[in-house]
């Protein structure tokens, strides 16, 4: 018998299905169903499952092996991106314009993509997530006070689960991400979850996880004491040269 993902209950509090239990072909799919409501939402990332569906299909959750994970102390721009940022005047800051950041991110184009997998419907799911203190956004804002760049994901514990970015300047997301990443390392957070990888990833150092390895980590992460709430202020904000000379 084909295998087929497991359909989830409607009571958001049931639990997921082991993601050890994901398919291989497509790589991941691991339930159909349910809805985007804060306990489910929250209680699949805390088990290594995310939401990746496109218009028209029901709610698809996924937790693909390998997973694309990024150290947080080894995001790596080039030599030549350092050296830019060592004249740029653009600032990074955190939670200031969250919405904005995922309505770019849901019409940023993407190679070999039509359309997106950021509806609307994941567009407020995850608002609601950031009012209550669980989504963040870290913002690029260039020399004149426009968004360059930025990205979005989940925080639970230690662990940040990256959902996508966008640059509307060149350079805009690659900043986001190293920003993000130095800020994180910092407070001891040590991973980034990318969920599936790219080339422009693979350029800045993500790294692929047998997925046993990946829900091991998170598992410890997510129990973690963190930052909850807003990130604007614990963020604080970064400016360009500082994250020149942390870059490697």
């Excluded at 994901?22 to 499952?49: F, K, N, Q, T």
């Excluded at 990888?197 to 998170?218: I, S």
Aim: hydrophobic fraction near 40%.
């Amino acid at each position: 018998m084909t295998p087929r993902p497991a359909l989830l209950s409607p009571d958001p509090h049931a639990p997921f299905p082991s993601a050890s239990d994901a398919l291989r072909e497509p790589d991941g799919l691991l339930a159909i169903g349910g809805d985007l409501s804060v306990p489910r939402l929250l209680a699949a990332y805390r088990h290594g499952i995310f939401p990746w569906y496109s218009p028209g299909q029901p709610i698809l959750w996924w937790s693909p092996d390998p997973r694309q994970v990024f150290a947080t102390d080894g995001v790596r721009l080039s030599t030549r991106f350092r050296r830019q940022l060592r004249h740029c005047h653009w600032r990074v800051r955190a939670d200031t314009c969250f919405d904005t950041v995922v309505a770019a991110c849901a019409h940023a184009p993407r190679p070999g993509q039509d359309g997106t997998w950021i509806t609307p419907q994941m567009q407020q799911a995850y608002s609601t997530l950031h009012r209550l203190g669980h989504a963040h956004s870290v913002e690029v804002f260039d020399d004149h006070g426009a968004l360059a760049g930025g990205i979005y994901g989940v925080a639970i514990g230690r662990m940040f689960f990256g959902e996508s970015m966008f640059s509307a300047r060149s350079g805009g997301s690659k900043i986001a991400l190293a920003a993000l990443a130095r800020r994180l390392q910092g407070w001891g957070w040590p991973l980034i979850d990318a969920q599936v990888g790219n080339r422009h990833l693979d350029f800045m150092g993500v790294q692929a996880w047998p997925r046993p390895r990946f829900l091991e980590a998170v598992a410890a992460l997510v129990d973690l004491p963190g930052e909850p709430g807003s990130w604007t202020g614990v963020f604080g904000e970064m400016d360009c040269v500082e994250l020149a000379t942390a870059a490697g």
